[in-house]
């Protein structure tokens, strides 16, 4: 009984070490915009897998296998390329998703990245949200700033925000 108390007391120690001793956790980012637009009008922007140009981001979009399942497209964007595969898509239900198997951190300083992009009719305005979930670049402690969870956070909610201001413009008539 005495060793199971000294044992327990010497593993009770140990968790502040254990819990500092962790890396990354799942980050998530969510954000959507209301469009003035019907629902089949803001699909047919957004809902090509092989065609990013709605997001005023890429600049240019290259891919191979259309909107079926296992598509990839490289992503040309100002600081490098991003290269992503389509893991869902469902025209009917207006959504699909997509990974980034491995980014480069001077691109986007994530790894581990796979996110949704859903429009959802309402009246004749939709909602496009775009979720993701994905993990700092840098998987070990001690992270330099520009690969830590908040510039990871920031990178990705600057792009989707950034990408649904420029859909929202476009659709709505801001050219």
């Known amino acids: 009984m005495l060793k199971r108390l000294a044992l ?3 593993l009770a120690g140990l968790m502040p070490a254990l819990a500092l001793a962790h890396g990354p956790s799942r980050q998530k980012v969510t954000e959507s915009v209301e469009i003035n637009a019907p629902a089949d009008k803001v ?4 809902g090509n897998f092989q065609d990013m140009g709605w997001t005023g981001i890429a600049t240019k979009t290259e891919g191979k296998g259309d909107n079926t399942v296992g598509a990839t ?3 040309t964007v100002p600081n490098g390329t991003l290269d992503e595969k389509l893991l869902k898509y469902n025209a ?3 959504t699909y998703s997509y990974e980034l198997p491995k980014a480069d951190p001077k691109v986007l300083p ?3 990245y796979s996110s949704t992009i859903t429009v959802t009719p309402d009246g004749d305005k939709s909602k496009v949200e775009w979720k993701g979930a994905f993990y700092r670049s840098y998987v070990n402690n001690d992270p330099p700033p520009e690969e830590n969870d908040e510039a990871a956070l920031k990178a990705v909610t600057g792009l989707y925000q950034a990408a649904l201001g420029n859909l929202k413009k476009k659709l ?3 050219s």
């Open 92 to 94: 009917e239900g207006k």
């Open 110 to 112: 994530v790894s581990n």
């Open 8 to 10: 327990a007391v010497a």
């Open 43 to 46: 699909w047919a922007a957004v």
């Open 172 to 174: 709505e008539g801001g």
């Open 73 to 75: 497209r490289t992503l």
